[in-house]
């Protein structure tokens, strides 16, 4: 299995996160899955523009020319996206967020319905399954975490895919290992299908049709 760790730790002093995500890395690879990490802050990466290039210009490429074309590819090739990020104000950081905005070049403009809700149609047939460690704040509570995870569900849905797990860095990286090879062999993380419209569809027409 192919599986990509986004590290998106914004600071070169936060060495602690960087090390967890190296013992996980390491010990992933040693029960014969082939795991590399991406670390965003080395990587020249802007912000999404909002101009929709992606969609009806040049559909599925950016049009920003950085690293973030290195990243489509990475991850729409993946079995399992791990998004990595310490904790700031309760969010994951906003390296990390930033290039999960970036993402929508992966989905098409057109939009169906998958289990009741409106979402973005599938650009490939394969979506990699979809995993999340945070560090935590000194003040970090229970109720900051139920929200964090909440809102990558919601992400993870919008990706066409479904939160495997949520852990934290308090974990020790031999059980982060087990719980990641355990939700895998589980199959927790189940394509959606796509449920058959009984009323009107919205649609979102652009020129393209690719």
Not at 11 to 20: E, I, L, M, R
Not at 75 to 103: C, H, N, T, Y
Not at 119 to 139: C, L, M, S, T, W
Not at 188 to 204: F, G, N
Request: charged share 25%.
């Amino acid at each position: 299995m192919k599986i990509i760790v986004i590290n998106g730790n914004p600071v070169n002093q936060n060495t602690a996160f960087d090390d967890y995500l190296a013992g996980y890395q390491k010990r992933l690879s040693n029960t014969g899955h082939t795991v590399s990490i991406i670390t965003l802050r080395d990587m020249k990466l802007g912000f999404c523009k909002g101009c929709f290039h992606c969609w009806h210009t040049t559909p599925g490429i950016c049009s920003i020319d950085d690293d973030i074309k290195y990243i489509h590819k990475e991850v729409i090739s993946a079995d399992l996206v791990i998004w990595a990020s310490p904790l700031s104000k309760g969010f994951l950081s906003s390296l990390l967020k930033k290039v999960q905005e970036r993402m929508i070049p992966l989905l098409h403009p057109y939009i169906e319905i998958v289990s009741g809700e409106i979402h973005h149609r599938k650009r490939y047939q394969h979506y990699p399954a979809y995993g999340v460690i945070v560090g935590k704040e000194d003040n970090t509570d229970n109720e900051d975490l139920m929200i964090a995870r909440m809102i990558q569900e919601r992400y993870a849905l919008n990706f066409r895919s479904k939160l495997n797990f949520f852990l934290t860095t308090e974990i020790p990286v031999y059980d982060a290992v087990n719980e990641t090879i355990s939700s895998i062999r589980s199959e927790k993380v189940r394509k959606l299908e796509i449920e058959p419209a009984t009323e009107s569809v919205l649609a979102l027409y652009t020129s393209s049709l690719n």
